[in-house]
C-alpha cells in the first residue's frame, strides 16, 4: 500500500538566469569631464566686467559704421575678490547687454543687429574681426547691416558667432527733429553658456587672456553717425542719424 504523501502532487520550480541590465560604460574622458564639472560647481564663482560706448550707423561718412570693439575685462591674478588665481581661468559664461538710442537726426524707425564672437589667435584687431565675420555689401560698398556673413573666413573656426539678437528703435513722435519729445530707445540682452572654456594667462602681470578674445559687431540698417554727411549710395546719408550704444559683458569664470 502506497504512502498518502506519494499521490499528492508535486510542485515543480523552474530555474533559469535573470536578465538584468547594466549601464553603458562610461569613456574615461567623459567621466574626467563630469568630474570637472562636479568640482566647478563647488567652487566660487567670479565675474569680471568690461563696457563699450560707440556709435553705431549703416555708414560712417565713407566707411563702414559698424561698432567693432574688444570684450576682454581685465582680471588681475591676486586672493581679493574678483581677482583670479595662477595663470588659467574656465569660463562659464558671459551676458552683454546693451542700452540704444537714436542721435539728433535719426527721424526714422532703426533696426539694430549685434553679434557676439570669439577669437582664436593673437591680437586680432577690429578691422580684421569685421573682415572675418562680414562680406561686402555690393549696394553701399561697406561691410553693413546688409552684408552677407564671410563663411569662407569662419570655416576653420577661428572666428566664431556665438550669439546674435536684433531690436527695433521706433520713429521719432510725429517725425520731426524739433519734436520736444524723447527721442525712441531700445535694449538687448545677449547670454551665452559655455560647456568649457579656458583662457589662459601668460604672465602673472598679465590682465588680458592670450589664446581667446571676444568682441562686440552692432550694425544699423539705416543712418550715418558720422558729423559729416556720407556720399555712399545710402538710404540716409545725413549726418548724426545713427544710434547711441552703451553695453557691457560680464564675464563668469572659475579658476582653473
Known amino acids: 500500500m502506497r504512502e498518502a504523501h506519494d499521490s499528492m502532487p508535486v510542485k ?7 536578465k538584468r541590465s547594466f549601464p553603458a560604460k562610461m569613456s574615461s574622458a567623459k567621466l574626467e569631464a563630469q568630474v570637472k564639472r562636479l568640482m566647478r560647481l563647488r567652487q566660487e564663482k567670479k565675474y569680471a566686467e568690461s563696457t563699450v560706448e560707440g556709435n553705431i550707423g549703416q555708414v560712417d561718412a565713407s566707411l563702414s559704421g ?6 576682454g575685462p581685465a ?3 591676486g586672493d581679493g575678490e574678483g581677482q583670479r588665481i595662477g595663470n588659467s581661468i574656465t569660463a562659464t559664461g558671459l551676458v552683454w547687454k546693451q542700452q540704444l538710442s537714436k542721435q539728433i537726426n535719426g527721424i526714422g524707425p532703426r533696426r539694430v543687429r549685434t553679434h557676439i ?6 591680437n586680432p584687431t577690429t578691422t580684421s574681426v569685421l573682415e572675418g565675420i562680414l562680406d561686402v555689401n555690393p549696394l553701399s560698398g561697406v561691410r553693413d547691416y546688409f552684408s552677407s556673413l564671410n563663411y569662407t573666413m569662419m570655416a576653420d573656426k ?5 550669439g546674435t539678437k536684433e531690436t527695433k528703435l521706433t520713429s521719432n513722435f510725429n517725425d520731426t527733429m524739433n519734436s520736444a519729445y ?15 572654456q579656458t583662457l589662459r594667462f601668460e604672465r602673472d602681470s598679465d590682465l588680458s587672456f592670450s589664446n581667446v ?7 544699423c540698417d539705416a543712418g550715418n553717425k558720422n558729423a559729416t554727411a556720407s556720399s555712399l549710395p545710402v538710404v540716409v546719408s545725413i549726418q548724426d542719424s545713427g544710434v547711441i550704444s552703451k553695453g557691457y559683458m560680464r564675464l563668469w569664470y572659475t579658476d582653473s
Not at 117 to 122: N, T
Open 12 to 18: 515543480r520550480t523552474i530555474t533559469g538566469k535573470r
Open 75 to 77: 582680471i588681475i591674478q
Open 117 to 122: 564672437v570669439r577669437v582664436l589667435g593673437d
Open 213 to 219: 578674445h571676444y568682441f562686440v559687431i552692432s550694425l
Open 182 to 196: 524723447e527721442r525712441s530707445t531700445g535694449e538687448m540682452t545677449i547670454p551665452i553658456k559655455f560647456e568649457e
Open 66 to 71: 559698424a561698432l567693432v570693439a574688444p570684450l
Open 158 to 162: 577661428r572666428m566664431t558667432i556665438l
